[in-house]
């Protein structure tokens, strides 16, 4: 199966290593990002050994003899939060990305008719800093939080989680400030916001996720299936005001799901800020630092 277009000619693309390659020597915010990885995975080696090619940095990676137990509480690293590095891998997945998109153009070629994914190439980086993460942090997060679909709160069943955290770090610490920040909102400027952010799943499943249930099983030339497109709409929107949570951060998670996933519904978005509060009642519990979490 092919997922070109008609008529487009063969794409002259760069090998993978060339590309990375070429972006380390000319964008220096590029070899940059790739030098602090190298410095957070491997403090030791790096201080001996600068690793000038991506195939040299894989070839590291992926050797489990050369791959070492590092007590980093002993050592000195680039990040104050060692979560920033995720904005070093997703510049250098973005950068790629650019790159790439740029080699089709000069060919003349078109990108596929699919969805980008994120890049492979870096896939290696992405789990490996994703180990390092797990090993370093004592603040709790990466601690088991299991949830069951048998659960149900504020109405809703909640979803199965093995333990794992569902979100990056510093995706919790922006959703942990809207918690605390506690903006307030009054049900016409919650709308509005929800109008300009809601993608048209919003439109087309109801409370629970289900796909054009609700208005839209009613019989045809009724009012409520002739509007279920509107309907459906509004009837969130009242279901995500009416979740017991900052409504800033109902509006966030919102835009998280839309962006991150296929799941958008108000059961979805309940599910999210049950499992940050959760979270963050489990961190404070360790730290005994936070303020109290109602």
């Not at 800093?129 to 659960?151: F, P």
């Not at 995706?171 to 709308?191: A, G, I, M």
Request: hydrophobic share 35%.
């Amino acid at each position: 199966m092919s997922f070109w277009f008609n008529n487009s000619p063969e794409p002259n693309l760069l090998s993978a290593d060339d590309r990375f390659d070429l972006l380390n020597e000319t964008d220096p915010k590029f070899e940059a990002s790739f030098s602090n990885i190298q410095s957070f995975l491997y403090p030791p080696m790096f201080k001996l050994m600068k690793l000038d090619s991506v195939s040299g940095c894989f070839t590291i990676i992926n050797d489990p003899n050369i791959i070492q137990k590092y007590d980093y509480d002993t050592d000195t690293n680039v990040y104050v939060d060692m979560y920033d590095i995720y904005k070093d891998i997703d510049y250098m997945e973005e950068a790629y990305e650019k790159q790439l998109r740029k080699e089709y153009t000069e060919s003349g070629a078109s990108m596929p008719i699919i969805y980008f994914p994120r890049i492979s190439y870096l896939k290696s980086f992405y789990e490996v800093i994703h180990d390092t993460l797990v090993q370093r942090d004592k603040s709790g997060y990466q601690d088991e939080l299991i949830m069951s679909e048998n659960e149900k709160i504020n109405g809703y069943e909640l979803f199965n989680v093995s333990g794992k955290p569902i979100m990056r770090k510093t995706d919790y610490d922006q959703f942990q400030k809207y918690w605390t920040e506690n903006k307030l909102f009054t049900f016409e400027e919650f709308e509005a916001e929800y109008d300009s952010e809601a993608c048209t799943e919003w439109y087309k499943m109801n409370r629970q996720g289900d796909h054009y249930a609700g208005f839209y099983k009613y019989a045809e030339g009724t009012n409520e299936r002739d509007n279920a497109w509107s309907l459906t709409r509004s009837d969130n929107c009242v279901g995500l005001w009416e979740l017991p949570y900052p409504k800033h951060l109902i509006l966030k998670v919102m835009k998280y799901a839309c962006d991150t996933s296929i799941m958008e519904s108000v059961r979805y978005v309940n599910f999210i800020c049950e499992w940050i509060k959760r979270k963050m009642i489990h961190i404070q519990n360790i730290s005994e630092k936070m303020e109290p979490i109602k």
